[in-house]
């Protein structure tokens, strides 16, 4: 199979997110730099109450919200996403998102590939983890 990639989301292997206390939330890598050198896919899917903790990294994110509702934090703004919406997040920028449904929220992530792919937790209040800019 030259040129294309082809699989199914039912045959990609899900995997707990663990970003400092992110709580029930899961990631599926659909395409990788085994297929792209430039950017990667994922989709997400976050239970209800669940939530991927404050962070930030040297990768910029875009975000497709599929199914079900939730607030996103970007730096200090608070906004609600719902099916439909999407949202771009600038590299550096801290960033959480809490699933503040009923049902699961399911959400297409695509992201650069960049020389530092690690991800910072932030704990606010704690001075070790302010962003270096």
Same mark, same amino acid.
């Given at each position: 199979?030259?040129?294309?990639?082809?699989?199914?989301?039912? +045959?990609?292997?899900?995997?707990?997110?663990?970003?400092?206390?992110?709580?029930?939330?899961?990631?599926?890598?659909?395409?990788? +730099?085994? @297929?792209?050198?430039?950017?990667?896919?994922?989709?997400?899917?976050?239970?209800? +109450?669940?939530?991927? @903790?404050?962070?930030?990294? +040297?990768?910029?994110?875009?975000?497709?919200?599929?199914?079900?509702?939730?607030? =996103?934090? &970007?730096?200090?703004?608070?906004?609600?996403?719902? @099916?439909?919406? #999407?949202? #771009?997040?600038?590299?550096?920028?801290?960033?959480?998102?809490?699933?503040?449904?009923?049902?699961?929220?399911?959400?297409?992530? &695509?992201?650069?590939?960049?020389?530092?792919?690690?991800?910072?937790? =932030?704990?606010?209040?704690?001075?070790?983890?302010?962003?270096?800019?």
């Amino acid at each position: 199979m030259e040129g294309y990639y082809k699989k199914n989301i039912k +045959d990609v292997e899900s995997q707990e997110v663990k970003v400092g206390n992110s709580k029930d939330t899961y990631i599926q890598w659909l395409i990788t +730099d085994k @297929q792209e050198k430039a950017y990667a896919m994922r989709r997400f899917i976050i239970k209800p +109450d669940g939530f991927i @903790q404050l962070h930030y990294h +040297d990768y910029f994110e875009s975000l497709y919200i599929i199914k079900g509702k939730c607030s =996103v934090r &970007v730096n200090k703004e608070n906004m609600e996403l719902h @099916q439909g919406d #999407f949202i #771009f997040i600038d590299t550096k920028a801290t960033h959480e998102i809490k699933n503040t449904g009923k049902i699961d929220l399911e959400f297409i992530c &695509v992201i650069n590939y960049t020389e530092n792919m690690k991800i910072i937790p =932030v704990y606010e209040g704690n001075s070790e983890n302010k962003m270096e800019k």
